[in-house]
DNA sequence: GTCTATATTTCGATAGAC
DNA sequence: GTCTATCGAAATATAGAC
């Protein structure tokens, strides 16, 4: 049942967004009543923050490749192959990263939780010390960060304008662009 | 007043989203009570349309200048040249900027609003025409996708990890990363 | 584990005095 | 233009029976 708490709420929350989705609506999807849900989780809060866990797994086998290079000029240079790896993992979880992208305020709810706080390497934080590195040149950070921000926006932006296209195509294209993108003239 | 009150309620629905702000919070930061703002607007929603309203006339500018081109290619041609005077018109708007990608959910709303379907031109429908141009080849689609994403990611992403960078110089290594990025190899 | 029933709070919105 | 006072709806969350 858990499993299927988790399940709807994803939907609903991507659908609609975090608070204007009631637990009584997550409720009558599953055919089981508001209080039932109290059951499995304690706080609405609960069900966001398991499924934020879902994301942060996801991304932790990214960062940690890249954070167990201790130079960080070694970190930009295997950081367009640890991003095609990560383009796969958010296009294989479109769903997740829609969650996350919609509900940008839930997200900054979970900073006051104490369950959330204990979890602490989380992906964001990763990328801001990756991203706020000193020894990386500021053309290439910046670099870096244009390529997530292209990358999630394709995946997710411009409301389905790429629908047709399939994934693998998607992800081909958007592969060499990164690279492209990365690629800072002038540098060694 | 009309005016003080679109701003605090900028700043809060920015900080805070759309939804977790009251009424009465937007009152109470400007000293009076919820009351007085029924007297400007008649619907909460009418004080995120007018917010909204600011960004659309911003970027009117760009894809009016856009499609005044009458080919898909010029389109894709003029694109650089225009994106670097909307990432100007962005920097210079940080704050409405993030309104929007913080609020996706209160921007669908706006949908089923009858003034806003008058206002009809969108942004998003803009962008989305020229996305989905069938004329311009689907790899430069993607390219220009990329780089909307990109400078949106940077603008407002990664948490303010380059707030220490000034405006003019985040901007100019901005642009010359999205002009990499929109240069496809083996393109005319 | 799930139910009914209810407590409690907060929100958007309105009525009417000043 | 702003106030006090209040309505009705909907939300989270809890208590206790089954």
Redesign the pocket.
Known sequence: ??ERILDVALELFSEQGY???????I?QKL??????L???F????DIFLELHLRLHALGREAFDELESLHDGQQRADAWPHVLDHFIDQLIGNRDLLLLHVRNPNALDQLAHNERHQAENEDIQQQMGRLLASPDIPLAQRVRMACSIGAVIGVIIGAGGVFSDVSSAELAALVRDAARDLLFVPGQP
Chains 1, 2 share one sequence.
């Not at 608070?19 to 609506?25: A, C, D, F, G």
């Not at 055919?31 to 039932?36: H, R």
């Not at 304690?42 to 809060?45: A, P």
């Open positions: 049942m858990r608070e204007k989705t009631s637990l009584r609506e409720a055919g089981v009543t508001k209080a039932a109290y059951f499995h304690e706080h609405k809060e």
